[in-house]
């Protein structure tokens, strides 16, 4: 093989390498640690280690801190609990422990070590989440925790209701579903983001900015959500291609803990309120027979503890709106007995129509995610 064959292979490689990483490495799925370590004397103590462990799923993380006691850890698992130690030759270990750390993000912490010339029992010195802030934030933005999404309302089980937690963000909604707009741009320069991947509609069909939300669906369900984050003109380079907002979307990951939960949703027209009419209470009328139905499941745990987690959840969702035809306002010239016999004369040729009196709209929706998370080492 001829070295100028061996050169354009070399290229190729290099360019398919560098072209995947551009199509793959988009958004923010990870959140990061800093801090510094120092000694009693408030001196920095280089070659410090440093290992965070998450504890639900046994992920650890590890640094050595550098000139000045710094030490940094990136793309962590989100979320939390984590205990982080920190040891050092010759001093006593320093240890925080409940640390949680949020999407995009990077939390500050500060060890103090106090150095010791005998043997000790094990002390372990703790800190309340108080003694620990944020950094290196890169725009305005919000963060929705999964806490938060448990125990914020939702009418309609879309990131939508609570994108809005954000000020900035301005949420519509109509029969085909939702539209946000950020910081007052249009719905279509947005980009949503899940678990990194870019899950904007293409053609800009849809409202809602996502593929198939011409149709009232959502992108994703609630109950697969671990972190939504709302960003506002980051200024961070792994948000990028968009002038409205980001909204970043991270899914669950199992833990060394079996959990799982079911669920069924159901809304008719006996679940709902009458018309509204503020001239004339006898005006009100009871919506007509609609019937909105979702169900599904998650479940998580561990195939081999500490180092293989799996996460599974799907999601089914059946609706049913009714789409009454009043004829009064029929503009065409045939008569609503010129329609009827129109019908009728296909049926006698064995062909359904349909009918253009009582028609309904029909949504059928479903959701499933498999992820698999292997801590290698």
Do not use: C
């Not at 940094?72 to 979320?79: C, D, E, S």
């Not at 920190?86 to 995009?104: D, H, P, Q």
């Not at 949703?265 to 018309?275: C, E, H």
């Amino acid at each position: 093989m001829s070295n100028k064959l061996l050169s354009f292979l070399a290229g190729v490689l290099v360019f398919g390498t560098i072209t995947s990483v551009s199509v793959f490495a988009q958004g923010v799925t990870t959140a990061n640690l800093s801090g510094r370590v120092i000694g009693s004397d408030n001196n920095p103590l280089e070659g410090a280690t440093i290992i965070a462990t998450h504890v639900p799923s046994g992920s650890r993380y590890g640094a050595i801190a550098s000139d000045g006691g710094e030490f940094r850890l990136v793309n962590m698992r989100v979320g939390g609990p984590y205990l982080v130690v920190a040891k050092f030759i010759g001093y006593e270990e320093s240890r925080y422990e409940n640390v949680s750390l949020t999407l995009g993000q990077t939390r500050r912490l500060v060890f103090q070590l106090s150095s010791t010339v005998i043997t000790l029992e094990e002390v372990e010195i703790t800190s309340s989440t108080s003694d620990v802030f944020d950094g290196n934030k890169t725009g305005q933005g919000t963060v929705v925790s999964e806490e938060e999404i448990k125990s914020l309302p939702t009418l309609t089980r879309s990131i939508a209701d609570f994108a809005r937690v954000n000020p900035l963000v301005n949420v519509t909604e109509d029969a085909d579903g939702f539209a946000f707009n950020i910081a007052g741009q249009n719905n279509r320069y947005n980009s949503i983001y899940i678990d990194g991947s870019i899950n904007n509609d293409q053609f800009g069909l849809a409202d809602n900015g996502t593929d198939g939300g011409q149709t009232g669906a959502g992108p994703i369900s609630l109950d697969a959500i671990e972190q939504l984050q709302v960003s506002v003109a980051p200024f961070d380079v792994r948000l990028s291609g968009f002038a409205g907002g980001a909204i970043n979307v991270i899914t669950r990951s199992g833990t060394n803990k079996v959990d799982a939960s079911a669920y069924y949703l159901i809304r008719n027209q006996d679940l709902a309120g009458q018309t509204p009419s503020l001239e004339n209470e006898a005006e009100r009328e009871s919506l007509p027979d609609f019937t909105s139905e979702t169900f599904g499941f998650r479940v998580g745990g561990p195939i081999i503890k500490d180092k293989l987690l799996f996460f599974i959840a799907a999601e089914a969702r059946r609706d049913e709106i009714p789409e009454p035809f009043d004829f009064l306002a029929y503009n065409g010239v045939s008569t609503q007995a010129d329609l009827q016999a129109l019908r009728d004369k296909l049926n006698g040729f064995g062909y359904d129509p349909g009918t253009f009196t009582d028609n309904a709209t029909t949504l059928e929706q479903d959701q499933f995610l498999v992820k698999l998370d292997w801590n290698i080492n």
